[in-house]
Nanobody, 115 residues
Framework: QVQLAESGGGLVQPGGSLRLSCAAS????????MGWYRQAPGKQRELVAT???????HYADSVKGRFTISRDSAKKTIDLQMNSLKPEDTAVYYC?????????WGQGTQVTISS
């Protein structure tokens, strides 16, 4: 059974930082792209950042220069370092693993940016 376990969400003031982590189990990490998506209330889920099995990264324009995605294939984990957080970054953040066109999702972790 594939499991994606997210951690690291919480409440932080604007301008602050958070680091999200996602650990995968029950699936081979090979050929798997992983990423973070987010969904704010009343909005569709959107891509935040992805990293391929070869380490290539992609970011949404809204987070470029502020967020950094990293991958540890040996540990089957990905992290999302989020800096200079803004209120509009408030959302539930979901870890995603895509392997051979099949998507797996974590349960999500709440990130709230508020003073």
């Amino acid at each position: 059974q594939v499991q994606l376990a997210e951690s690291g969400g919480g409440l932080v003031q604007p301008g602050g930082s958070l680091r999200l982590s996602c650990a995968a189990s029950g699936i081979s990490f090979g050929f798997a792209a992983m990423g973070w998506y987010r969904q704010a209330p009343g909005k569709q889920r959107e891509l935040v950042a992805t990293v391929t099995s070869s380490g290539a990264t992609h970011y949404a324009d809204s987070v470029k220069g502020r967020f950094t995605i990293s991958r540890d294939s040996a540990k089957k984990t990905i992290d999302l370092q989020m800096n200079s957080l803004k209120p509009e970054d408030t959302a539930v953040y979901y870890c995603n693993l895509r392997r051979f066109d099949i998507d797996y999702w974590g349960q999500g972790t709440q990130v709230t940016i508020s003073s």
